[in-house]
């Protein structure tokens, strides 16, 4: 497939199948069929066939496609687009500049632009053959129709005309007057044409490859190998290799291998993977654990509960790659216009040859026009509008930290209306810091946090940590401890200066603010303080949040914490209780965004974790926190490379802007074509008035993109 129009194509055909329902997705090149039995696979594949496409079949569950499956058409490689650039260059240099037309310059044009018509041309060339023969069109059809009409007129110019002839130059006036053509060469447009639009397909391919690094990132998450207990010894196996009832044993600090039940062992497993939350959940024999997520504290015996497809990682796997696939992919307006504009290109190329032979103005006045037409066509500034702004704007983008994956992403930000925000790692900081200490009466409050984060030092739990870097960062290196214990779920005890010290959950009631968490610290037998532990929010949050409402966005926070715990957030960054969605899961999180789509949303997703891959698919516009897991990342349209949410309203303007480039550079090329047209038809386009028009519009859709290089971020820094 070549453009959005392929895939409409390929879909119309399933679609015509009895009792059949098919989507065809441009960007990942799937289609998802729905068919009764009576239709059978190869009846599938045959009318795909039928419409021209070949069909290679999708991964199976959980192993998504190779990236470069059925990329050669639409992804012209490095090396032809810079080989036609580096034959373009002086072949256009040579038509626009008089001072470089030395004597049979024209024949040095031919000899350069030969191999990027034909060759450099032939995805193009090729597309609009297969188009043909089933009676389609595309941009591909206009392309090479006017690549090859203006190289056919210069071959006939420079062999039958006296466009060969020694000392022969452009006729630079800008006089208006009915020509024969044939002192006149095209090989510029030919070649520049061809250069221009490989560049514009090289950029588009570059993304498309994309398509199934989400599902690639999400699966290597996974344990490679695992100890199963074999007759009470522990033998080490693939992953792929468990099946349901094996008991498999979990070091600290080593990823659970699959979906199963605790039999042995008490312990702390970090399921942030999965929730998205820093504190990690106590967990003992009976307590179910999750593939991929891991193993922070005591050594488990884990008996399979799922394997394979049937695990959360691989279902969440299929929800990234169904919501990918089910996104509702933006065309370019070329493409939407092709539909249109080709044909009637077409019908007035051969109307002009048929009204100037009729009228007997002759048979080369008659071809001249209708070849004229079709070159005119041609879309030179067409082929600039879109990758020029993308280029201008993606760069600027780089430079202030957002990256944006491509043009298809930048439709949905002029109707986005709603920002759902992940809480953890998004507005808040994701890490587990203290944020109190609290001495009890006749204590020192630093002599607390030194003892705590001499015990905590030798802790792997992520609440220790956030102590002993407190500890650490306030007081200096903490000192040693000895007869170090961790007693799971309780916390950690040893001797401390030669003091029986211990750390964990507090003896007496306390009432923590929520999100909160709050350990005892205690030596000699005496409870002496406690220390609170929280993920903070962020400096910038509640910034970001006044920038989403003064672009028009309705802020959402989502997040799979506690009620308290998420509107205590909501509240502190201007979000209001209504809007606050908490205790929900990764399939939760997408069915949110869905709904909100349902209710005639446009829904832009901010998040940084795996549990969000999924909603930023599902979203029109999906951002990822740089400071994130790759699977966000991959799964995202707009990447974010500080943890700065204020970014995200940046990006949001910066796309809206590069969008309105785009689309005003369309309409400018665009309406350079329909204004030519005309006078093209009439038998009235000289060379000069061709090159100067086709020049003019490329420098001013170039003109206009370089516009986006100011842009300026909205005071962040």
């Known amino acids: 497939m070549t453009c959005a129009s392929c895939a409409h194509r390929v879909e119309r055909k399933l679609n015509k199948l009895e009792g059949v329902a098919a989507t065809v997705n441009y960007a990942t090149e799937k289609a998802r069929v729905s068919h009764p039995s009576s239709v059978t696979r190869e009846l599938l594949v045959a009318t795909i066939e039928e419409a021209g496409y070949g069909v290679v079949p999708a991964a199976g569950a959980g192993e998504p496609d190779e990236p470069t499956a059925g990329l050669e058409v639409t992804d012209p490689s490095a090396g032809r687009l810079v080989v036609s650039a580096l034959l373009t260059v002086p072949v256009v240099a040579m038509a626009m500049v008089p001072a470089l037309q030395v004597d049979r310059w024209q024949w040095l044009s031919l000899a350069l632009a030969t191999p990027v018509v034909v060759w450099g041309a032939w995805p193009f060339h090729r597309a609009a053959w297969q188009n043909l023969r089933h009676g389609t069109s595309t941009m591909d059809t206009l392309v090479s129709m006017g690549v090859l009409a203006a190289f056919g007129w210069s071959l006939y110019a420079l062999f039958w005309g006296t466009a060969g002839e020694p000392g022969m130059t452009h006729a630079f006036t800008f006089t208006v007057a009915r020509t024969d053509g044939s002192g006149d060469i095209y090989l510029e447009a030919a070649a520049g044409i061809t250069t221009f639009i490989l560049a514009g397909r090289w950029l588009e391919a570059r993304a498309k490859r994309r398509a199934g690094a989400a599902l690639r990132a999400l699966l290597e998450l996974g344990a490679r190998e695992v100890a199963v207990l074999r007759d009470g010894s522990e033998v080490r196996i693939p992953t792929d290799r468990l099946v349901v009832g094996d008991r498999f044993v979990v070091r600290p600090g080593e990823k659970i291998a699959t979906d199963g039940e605790v039999e042995q062992g008490a312990s702390a497993v970090d399921q942030s993977m999965l929730t998205g939350e820093p504190v990690p959940v106590e967990v003992g024999p009976g307590d179910r654990v999750v593939g991929a997520t891991v193993n922070a504290g005591g050594r488990l015996v884990v008996r399979a509960t799922g394997v394979g497809a049937e695990t959360q990682l691989a279902q969440m796997a299929r929800l990234v790659e169904e919501a990918q696939h089910g996104k509702a992919e933006v ?299 790759d699977v966000a990342i991959q799964a995202s349209d707009l990447t974010l490379v500080r943890g700065d949410l204020r970014v995200a309203a940046d990006a949001i303007r910066l796309a809206r802007r590069t969008l309105a480039t785009i689309r005003g550079n369309l309409f400018w090329a665009f309406a350079y074509n329909v204004a030519a047209i005309p006078v093209a038809a009439a038998g009235l386009l000289n060379p000069m008035i061709a090159g100067a028009a086709m020049a003019a519009s490329s420098v001013f859709v170039v003109t206009n993109s370089l516009r986006l290089r100011g842009f300026q971020a909205a005071g962040t820094g």
């Open 331 to 629: 065309q370019r307006l070329a493409d939407r216009v092709s539909g249109v504009f080709v044909p009637v290109v077409i019908g007035v190329a051969a109307a002009a040859l048929g009204f100037w032979v009729g009228t007997g103005a002759g048979l080369s006045l008659a071809v001249t026009a209708a070849v004229a037409v079709l070159i005119i066509a041609c879309p030179c500034a067409l082929g600039l509008a879109t990758p020029t702004a993308l280029m201008v704007g993606t760069g600027r983008g780089a430079q202030l930290g957002i990256l944006v994956k491509g043009p298809e992403v930048l439709e949905s930000t002029r109707r986005v209306d709603t920002v759902v925000l992940d809480k953890t790692g998004t507005v808040t900081t994701g890490v587990m810091t203290l944020v109190d200490v609290a001495a009890a009466p006749g204590a020192d409050a630093d002599e607390v946090l030194r003892v705590a984060g001499s015990l905590e030092s030798a802790s792997e739990h992520p609440i220790a940590r956030a102590v002993a870097t407190a500890a650490r960062d306030r007081l200096g290196e903490p000192p040693p401890v000895e007869d170090f214990v961790a007693d799971p779920g309780h916390g950690v005890r040893g001797t401390v200066e030669g003091r029986a010290a211990t750390v964990g959950r507090p003896t007496a009631t306390q009432a923590p603010a929520p999100g909160v968490t709050v350990v005892e610290v205690a030596w000699d037998g005496e409870v002496r303080g406690w220390l609170s532990v929280a993920d903070s929010v962020k400096d910038t949050s509640a910034e970001a949040v006044r920038r989403f409402r003064e672009l028009g966005l309705r802020p959402l926070l989502l997040t799979g914490d506690h009620p308290e715990v998420a509107r205590a957030v909501a509240a502190e960054v201007g979000i209001e209780p209504e809007a606050v969605v908490a205790e929900v899961l990764p399939a939760d999180k997408v069915e949110v965004v869905r709904r909100l789509q349902a209710e005639g949303r446009v829904v832009a997703m901010v998040g940084d974790g795996v549990n969000d891959a999924a909603a930023l698919a599902q979203a029109d516009l999906g951002l990822a926190m740089g400071t994130g897991t």
